[in-house]
């Protein structure tokens, strides 16, 4: 995915930020070989010719950016995505305090047209010394009459550079709306696990580059009609971000 975002403080402490997200997803023959029988998803969109489809997200946040406690709510929209779900909204908010590294609360509703998806993500951020830190975090989420649980950690480190990271989750996560990384996940398949490392880097003044690849594993759940598929998802991402204060 290719990433455009931009921050400007529009108050004492008040912060508006906008993303606009291009993900291009490329399908291998490998794809094509084990999903033939998958009926949705990425098997279909492999099986009906498509070598490739892509995904347009815009997201827009207002913040209280406070030193010990922070709050945003944001409002996100997915375009029509040939092969996969289609347009969507997502609205959502977070709550941070930082007393003893950063205690956030995310939420989020994701709005398809087959019904509504709730997500729930607590996480802490602990500091280990002046230049790294650890957070674990967990993600309960409500979708068909279903509950899905999740965890998480994430290894960071950082200094004048920037920052890079290391980090890694399992269990089971259907259509998950990001907030903090300004991504959702518009497809059928569950997430089993993963796995993703990156970067943050100043490259002058306000301005920043990310870079970050993730690895997804996806399970599709066989149906009457149709076999039980499973693969993985390869996500690299660039971000370009300019800050103004």
Do not use: C
Not at 14 to 34: I, P, Q, W
Not at 48 to 66: I, M, P, T, Y
Not at 202 to 224: D, F, I, K, M
Request: proline share 3%.
């Amino acid at each position: 995915s290719v990433n455009a975002a931009l921050t400007m403080l529009v108050a004492d402490r008040v912060m508006l930020a906008g993303t606009v997200r291009h993900t291009e997803v490329l399908l291998s023959d490998s794809v094509s070989r084990t999903a033939q029988g998958a009926g949705s998803g990425f098997g279909a969109s492999r099986r009906a010719g498509a070598a490739s489809f892509s995904q347009q997200e815009v997201h827009l946040s207002l913040g209280l950016a406070d030193p010990l406690v922070g709050a945003f709510v944001q409002a996100a929209h997915v375009f029509e995505s040939k092969g996969e779900l289609g347009a969507l909204d997502v609205l959502g908010a977070a709550l941070r305090v930082s007393t003893f590294g950063d205690l956030t609360l995310e939420g989020s509703l994701s709005r398809y047209a087959d019904g509504t998806v709730l997500r729930l993500a607590p996480a802490w951020r602990l500091p280990m010394g002046s230049h790294a830190s650890v957070q674990p975090g967990a993600a309960y989420q409500r979708w068909g009459g279903n509950s899905y649980w999740n965890g998480a950690l994430t290894l960071s480190a950082y200094g004048d550079f920037g920052r890079v990271w290391l980090g890694g989750k399992y269990g089971e996560e259907v259509r998950p709306a990001y907030l903090h990384e300004a991504a959702i996940y518009n497809f059928p398949e569950t997430i089993m696990y993963g796995g993703w490392a990156g970067g943050t880097f100043v490259v002058s003044g306000a301005w920043g580059v990310t870079a970050a690849y993730e690895l997804s594993r996806l399970r599709l759940a066989a149906t009457a009609s149709e076999p039980p598929w499973q693969g993985n998802l390869h996500l690299v991402a660039l971000t370009l971000h300019r800050r103004f204060d």
